[in-house]
Nanobody
């Protein structure tokens, strides 16, 4: 019913920048929180950043001051601007969102994207 599609990953040198995008499509009435997670090889998936429908944001300490999460509600899209990238940022980055699909019900459901690889290496 709802699909999340990430884009913008790739290979970048340390200190470089990337901008990830995640577009939601399908049966969408509204989107509540949107999030970016990442999972490095051999590690558990971790929440990197989150943004509410009114624009409030949260970040893990390791990316504060370097990453910025934003969203375009008209486009059902969330972004992650990543600056001053470090090798330890290397991971598969996943988009996650709470989506309301029904006009008669306030219930929202959680969806995941397929992930996009970010590799930071010289």
């Amino acid at each position: 019913q709802v699909q999340l599609r990430e884009s913008g990953g790739g290979l970048v040198q340390p200190g470089g920048s990337l901008r990830l995008s995640c577009a939601a499509s399908g049966r969408i009435v509204s989107i509540n929180a949107m999030r970016w997670y990442r999972q490095a090889p051999g590690k558990e998936r971790e929440l990197v950043a989150a943004i509410t429908s009114d624009g409030s944001t949260n970040y893990i300490d390791s990316v504060k001051g370097r990453f910025t999460i934003s969203r375009d509600n008209a486009k059902n899209t969330v972004y992650l601007q990543m600056n001053s990238l470090k090798p330890e940022d290397t991971a598969v980055y996943y988009c996650n969102a709470d989506v309301r699909s029904g006009y008669l019900s306030p219930a929202s459901y959680n969806y995941w994207g397929q992930g996009t690889q970010v590799t930071v290496s010289s």
